[in-house]
């Protein structure tokens, strides 16, 4: 069966220091990947994505998160953090097995340190 | 902003009363989505609609049930709402130039008691 692990619950940076949450995925063909982040009591925010090509992808607020294959991973990072990353990070993979049906992980909840 | 509109934001119900919960999406949009959050399970699929009339299971659906009569609605109904149904509700649709990217509304948190 497909899913998405990511395996830290909880992380503590300072603000300035660099950033790296994980992801790996089960899925046998190369799926759609998804990076998102939710505030408190808010939704949740399309950080990147990727599909295809190149496995480096650039997303917003400063966010990249690299696509191995080798690994079945698609981490996160992002080399400063700011106070205001201090929120909910989900990993997602979509399209599964040619449906519109998406997984989400259970999330990584960043603190950040002043 | 993918134009989703979930109502109610918030609601408090008791035990065995239905609760409705509706998804209303300006875009036209083809496919939709109910997920359910709780601590510890990140999101979960509760019903998903790939057209009016349309839909289809996902990994959490019993005790919920769907309807999407207009591409702009969708409905989710708790039929007699149980304590273990008290979570976040976020509707979604798939979007952007690929269709394949998923967009999620505010949120709506139902709490019963």
């Known amino acids: 069966a497909q899913s998405v692990t990511q395996p830290d619950i909880h992380i503590t940076v300072s603000e300035g220091a660099s950033l790296e949450l994980r992801c790996n995925y089960s899925y046998g063909a190369t799926p759609y990947l998804f990076w998102y982040v939710q505030s408190p009591g808010q939704g949740l925010q399309l950080l990147l994505k990727?599909?295809?090509?190149?496995?480096l992808v650039q997303g917003i607020k400063g966010f990249e998160a690299e696509f191995k294959r080798s690994q079945s991973s698609f981490n996160l990072r992002k080399p400063s953090v700011h106070w205001s990353d201090a929120a909910e990070y989900f990993c997602?993979?979509?399209?599964?097995?040619?449906?519109?049906?998406?997984?989400f992980g259970t999330g990584t909840r960043l603190k950040v340190l002043a | 902003d993918a134009g989703i509109t979930q109502s109610p934001r918030h609601k408090v119900t008791e035990t065995g009363t239905p609760v409705t919960l509706r998804c209303h999406q300006t875009?036209?949009?083809?496919?939709m989505y109910w997920y359910r959050q709780d601590p510890g399970h990140g999101l979960r699929l509760i019903h998903y609609?790939?057209?009016?009339?349309?839909?289809d299971k996902g990994e959490v659906s019993d005790g919920y049930s769907v309807s999407r009569s207009k591409t702009e609605d969708f409905l989710l109904t708790l039929e007699s709402a149980t304590s273990s149904q008290t979570s976040v509700y976020f509707c979604a649709i798939s979007a952007g130039a690929d269709g394949n990217t998923i967009y999620f509304g505010e949120g709506s948190w139902l709490t019963v008691v």
């Open positions: 609609s790939y057209g009016v009339k349309d839909t």
């Open positions: 990727y599909f295809s090509g190149d496995t």
């Open positions: 997602a993979v979509g399209a599964i097995s040619g449906t519109y049906k998406y997984i």
């Open positions: 875009e036209n949009h083809r496919y």
